[in-house]
Protein backbone atom coordinates (compact mmCIF):
# COMPACT_ATOMS: atom_id res chain seq x y z
CA UNK A 1 0.00 0.00 0.00
CA UNK A 2 1.28 3.63 -1.06
CA UNK A 3 1.30 6.65 1.72
CA UNK A 4 -0.67 9.11 1.79
CA UNK A 5 0.05 12.39 -0.47
CA UNK A 6 1.18 14.86 2.55
CA UNK A 7 0.00 17.56 0.09
CA UNK A 8 -3.45 16.65 -0.88
CA UNK A 9 -3.97 15.03 3.00
CA UNK A 10 -4.09 18.40 4.66
CA UNK A 11 -8.37 18.92 5.26
CA UNK A 12 -8.83 21.62 3.60
CA UNK A 13 -6.40 20.77 0.18
CA UNK A 14 -8.57 17.79 0.46
CA UNK A 15 -11.65 19.87 0.12
CA UNK A 16 -9.97 21.89 -2.83
CA UNK A 17 -9.11 18.98 -4.61
CA UNK A 18 -12.11 17.01 -3.69
CA UNK A 19 -14.26 20.13 -5.67
CA UNK A 20 -12.02 20.39 -8.58
CA UNK A 21 -12.08 17.14 -9.26
CA UNK A 22 -15.35 16.05 -8.67
CA UNK A 23 -16.76 18.89 -11.17
CA UNK A 24 -17.77 16.97 -14.07
CA UNK A 25 -17.58 20.13 -16.13
CA UNK A 26 -14.29 20.09 -15.75
CA UNK A 27 -14.02 24.15 -16.34
CA UNK A 28 -11.96 26.26 -13.65
CA UNK A 29 -13.42 27.64 -10.36
CA UNK A 30 -13.68 31.02 -9.62
CA UNK A 31 -12.18 31.86 -6.04
CA UNK A 32 -15.65 33.16 -4.79
CA UNK A 33 -17.18 30.02 -5.72
CA UNK A 34 -14.86 27.71 -3.99
CA UNK A 35 -13.90 30.11 -0.51
CA UNK A 36 -17.71 29.60 -0.28
CA UNK A 37 -18.09 25.77 -0.66
CA UNK A 38 -15.01 25.13 1.29
CA UNK A 39 -15.25 27.67 4.20
CA UNK A 40 -12.70 29.67 4.08
CA UNK A 41 -11.02 32.98 4.46
CA UNK A 42 -9.30 34.59 1.65
CA UNK A 43 -5.61 34.73 3.53
CA UNK A 44 -6.66 30.82 4.30
CA UNK A 45 -7.62 29.64 1.15
CA UNK A 46 -4.94 31.14 -0.83
CA UNK A 47 -2.07 29.86 1.47
CA UNK A 48 -3.59 26.60 0.85
CA UNK A 49 -3.77 27.45 -3.01
CA UNK A 50 -0.14 28.74 -3.42
CA UNK A 51 0.43 24.90 -1.81
CA UNK A 52 -1.37 23.45 -4.65
CA UNK A 53 -0.23 25.15 -7.49
CA UNK A 54 3.79 25.21 -6.20
CA UNK A 55 2.98 21.13 -5.87
CA UNK A 56 1.81 21.24 -9.84
CA UNK A 57 -1.40 20.15 -8.69
CA UNK A 58 -3.48 23.24 -10.03
CA UNK A 59 -3.02 25.82 -12.10
CA UNK A 60 -4.38 29.55 -11.42
CA UNK A 61 -5.98 31.82 -14.04
CA UNK A 62 -5.90 35.86 -13.22
CA UNK A 63 -8.07 38.54 -15.28
CA UNK A 64 -10.28 40.74 -15.59
CA UNK A 65 -13.73 40.86 -16.03
CA UNK A 66 -14.94 44.80 -17.14
CA UNK A 67 -12.26 46.17 -13.72
CA UNK A 68 -12.91 43.41 -11.49
CA UNK A 69 -10.20 41.44 -11.03
CA UNK A 70 -11.19 37.34 -11.26
CA UNK A 71 -9.36 34.33 -9.72
CA UNK A 72 -9.84 31.01 -11.62
CA UNK A 73 -8.57 27.39 -10.62
CA UNK A 74 -8.59 24.26 -12.18
CA UNK A 75 -6.52 20.99 -11.68
CA UNK A 76 -3.57 19.75 -13.59
CA UNK A 77 -3.23 16.17 -15.33
CA UNK A 78 -0.63 15.61 -12.33
CA UNK A 79 -3.25 16.80 -9.93
CA UNK A 80 -5.72 14.29 -11.23
CA UNK A 81 -3.34 11.67 -11.11
CA UNK A 82 -2.04 12.94 -7.58
CA UNK A 83 -5.94 12.79 -6.63
CA UNK A 84 -6.79 9.57 -7.93
CA UNK A 85 -3.54 8.12 -5.88
CA UNK A 86 -4.65 9.20 -2.83
CA UNK A 87 -8.37 8.37 -2.71
CA UNK A 88 -6.98 4.59 -3.90
CA UNK A 89 -4.54 4.86 -0.43
CA UNK A 90 -8.09 5.81 1.11
CA UNK A 91 -10.15 3.22 -0.09
CA UNK A 92 -6.77 0.40 0.40
CA UNK A 93 -7.40 1.79 4.38
CA UNK A 94 -10.96 0.89 4.11
CA UNK A 95 -10.80 -2.49 2.31
CA UNK A 96 -8.14 -3.15 5.21
CA UNK A 97 -10.12 -2.86 7.53
CA UNK A 98 -13.31 -4.00 6.18
CA UNK A 99 -11.18 -7.13 5.13
CA UNK A 100 -9.76 -7.09 9.02
CA UNK A 101 -13.38 -7.05 10.00
CA UNK A 102 -14.70 -10.43 8.56
Known amino acids: ?3 PDEIIHQSLR ?4 SA ?8 PW ?3 RLKALVGATDGNLGSH ?3 LEQAGYIVTDKDFVGKRPR ?5 TSKGR ?3 RDHVAYLRDIVELVNGADH
Do not use: N, Q
Not at 20 to 27: G, I, K, R, T, V
Not at 71 to 75: V, W
Open 1 to 3: MSG
Open 14 to 17: LKIM
Open 20 to 27: LFADPSAE
Open 30 to 32: EFS
Open 49 to 51: LAT
Open 71 to 75: TRLSL
Open 81 to 83: RAF
